[in-house]
């Protein structure tokens, strides 16, 4: 993974003094609220309804195990003993206390991590595919293009006040596991009919009030031209971006008032007005960040079937949340942060504690978060899966549901965002004591349930198979249901199949909907592709109708 240089280091430590600086200003009354604000978001720390919460970069969801050992360390001494993976691959703390702040910030730097521009109207942590380097089908890996537009976008001081956030996500593969299509930029990497290495790069997508999926702006975009294309892009939102209203204030609106053909004008005539002094990216430079993720030292092994002769919960963790890796007698693991029982994403510092030794002795000393709020280690020797399920099992992290409906998406909801108008956490219980017949879960097979507390979406829920979305209404917590969404595949936006239900019918609603389901699909059929072929009617009409006990 990559290592700071002196400059870094440096660049980072001055960062936390500064902060340290203003927080202490702002304590004393020397900046008022709004003058804080800005600080402080560009510093990735919220006001949420009972505590400051902050967010804590992790570049394209890569950890070492001295980092995650530091992250476990920071949770119980500055919260509560936990932290919350989200599906931009960062940690959040819910409960720090400000005037601690600028001290975790500065154990963060011990370890070459930090918060910057994890909020804020700013170029975002940029997000990665999980299976990065080790995946079979990948065209590249995808890991040193995001750590070069890290260190672009970081305090650029032309994209430092955008009208809006902005997101970007880099995929090395066609399965598009980073859900690069609903990002304000995603980039494809791809090559050129000559074998030459390039993007394909899409721009407008995003969920949120107005969800859309990205156009392609550029089908094939030389690798060297990566940033001053990025450059163009900005320049353009930066120009023409609305900054009076805050919710159509993202590119994708921008993207769709110009449309996509006027929108590429702009960009192509903004990159080539300015090519004769842009800044090429030079092969050096992209190998020698490469050289930051080069393949690891693999031993010389032979593939074996891991789940013979043992007892069936190891063949059914084996089944659902190991998955096959490009390299002969390796196998990567997932880490379900979803146990029953447990708020999706949340992580304990004994369980960081505990994952990271195993790391260490298991997987190169590395730990990857994915866009699914779990963790995965990417390269496990087939022979040690059964000690590893072991230990896993031991920490409660082995629960073998990967992929299916309880490996849920969730944000926060109402319990921490103070942005939220319903919670998620109850409900995500809920589902979780419904459907806890994992022979059950294993019957319905893949299905994508994401869940949001409100129409941010900071939970995705538009592109969930199932998708839930929190609404109030006079005060109580409804939850809307939409079918057909997905980014895994294929990328589309989710349905609403009606009004919206109460709060403890969630997942008795769900129940009706995957009936219909086992009831109408056909043989190997996947939930998605069900809803794909009959439409939302059938589901629509099962999940409003009388209860049995009703009838």
């Known amino acids: 993974?990559?290592?700071?240089?002196?400059?870094?280091?440096?660049?980072?430590?001055?960062?936390?003094?500064?902060?340290?600086?203003?927080?202490?200003?702002?304590?004393?009354?020397?900046?008022?609220?709004?003058?804080?604000k800005a600080l402080r978001l560009r510093n990735g720390l919220y006001i949420q309804r009972h505590a400051p919460m902050l967010r804590i970069a992790i570049p394209y969801g890569l950890l070492s195990v001295a980092q995650l050992r530091k992250l476990a360390a920071i949770t119980r001494r500055y919260d509560r003993g936990y932290g919350h993976f989200t599906t931009r691959q960062n940690l959040q703390l819910n409960w720090p206390k400000l005037a601690e702040v600028p001290d975790i910030l500065a154990e963060l730097a011990t370890v070459q991590m930090h918060a910057i521009q994890t909020s804020g109207n700013c170029v975002r942590n940029v997000t990665a595919d999980h299976m990065a380097g080790i995946a079979r089908d990948e065209i590249d890996d995808p890991r040193p293009y995001c750590e070069i537009i890290r260190q672009w976008a970081t305090l650029n001081p032309e994209f430092n006040y955008l009208p809006r956030k902005f997101k970007i996500a880099v995929t090395g593969s066609p399965q598009d596991r980073a859900a690069s299509e609903v990002h304000d930029v995603g980039l494809s990497l791809t090559r050129a009919d000559d074998g030459a290495p390039g993007f394909t790069v899409r721009v407008g997508g995003g969920l949120g009030r107005a969800p859309m999926i990205g156009q392609v702006?550029?089908?094939?975009?030389?690798?060297?031209h990566l940033l001053s294309y990025l450059d163009a892009v900005l320049r353009v939102y930066n120009r023409l971006g609305r900054r009076d209203n805050i919710h159509k204030a993202r590119i994708k609106v921008l993207v769709k008032s110009l449309g996509i053909a006027h929108f590429r004008e702009l960009v192509e005539a903004e990159w080539l007005a300015n090519r004769a002094h842009a800044t090429v990216l030079p092969a050096a430079e992209i190998e020698r960040v490469r050289a930051y993720f080069r393949p690891q030292p693999y031993a010389t092994l032979a593939d074996i079937d891991a789940s013979a002769g043992r007892e069936p919960h190891f063949k059914a963790w084996y089944r659902y949340n190991t998955r096959e890796h490009r390299v002969p007698g390796?196998?990567?693991?997932?880490?379900?942060?979803?146990?029953?029982?447990?708020?999706?994403?949340?992580?304990?510092?004994?369980q960081m504690?505990?994952?990271?030794?195993?790391?260490?002795?298991?997987?190169?000393?590395?730990?990857?978060?994915?866009?699914?709020?779990?963790?995965?280690?990417?390269?496990?020797?087939?022979?040690?899966?059964?000690?590893?399920?072991?230990?896993?099992?031991?920490?409660?992290?082995?629960?073998?549901?990967?992929?299916?409906?309880?490996?849920?998406?969730?944000?926060?909801?109402?319990?921490?965002?103070?942005?939220?108008?319903?919670?998620?956490?109850?409900v995500a219980r809920q589902i979780q004591e419904r459907f806890d017949d994992f022979d059950y879960l294993y019957d319905l097979g893949e299905v994508e349930l994401k869940m949001s507390g409100c129409m941010n979406a900071c939970g995705h829920h538009h592109v969930g198979h199932i998708?839930?979305?929190?609404?109030?209404?006079?005060?109580?917590?409804?939850?809307?249901?939409?079918?057909?969404?997905?980014?895994?595949?294929?990328?589309?936006?989710?349905?609403?199949?009606?009004?919206?239900?109460?709060?403890?019918?969630?997942a008795a609603t769900l129940e009706r909907i995957l009936e219909v389901y086992r009831r109408v699909r056909r043989e190997d059929e996947r939930f998605i592709d069900t809803v794909q072929?009959?439409?939302?009617?059938?589901?629509?009409?099962?999940?409003?109708?009388?209860?049995?006990q009703a009838a």
């Open 533 to 548: 072929r009959l439409g939302i009617g059938p589901f629509k009409e099962q999940a409003y109708a009388p209860h049995p």
């Open 467 to 506: 998708g839930i979305l929190g609404v109030d209404k006079h005060g109580e917590e409804w939850y809307q249901i939409t079918l057909g969404g997905s980014v895994n595949g294929f990328t589309a936006l989710g349905e609403v199949i009606g009004p919206s239900v109460a709060k403890g019918e969630v």
């Open 330 to 350: 390796y196998r990567a693991v997932f880490v379900s942060l979803k146990k029953h029982g447990v708020a999706p994403g949340d992580m304990t510092a004994e």
């Open 353 to 426: 504690e505990g994952v990271a030794a195993l790391a260490e002795r298991l997987s190169f000393g590395l730990v990857r978060a994915t866009h699914n709020q779990n963790l995965l280690l990417a390269d496990v020797p087939q022979r040690e899966l059964y000690g590893l399920w072991r230990e896993l099992e031991a920490l409660g992290l082995a629960a073998p549901n990967i992929g299916t409906l309880t490996d849920m998406i969730a944000c926060p909801g109402l319990d921490f965002c103070s942005l939220a108008n319903a919670g998620t956490l109850d």
């Open 1 to 36: 993974m990559y290592r700071y240089d002196d400059i870094d280091q440096a660049f980072v430590d001055e960062r936390v003094r500064e902060f340290r600086d203003q927080t202490q200003r702002f304590l004393a009354g020397e900046l008022s609220e709004d003058e804080f």
């Open 217 to 224: 702006l550029r089908e094939f975009l030389p690798r060297e």
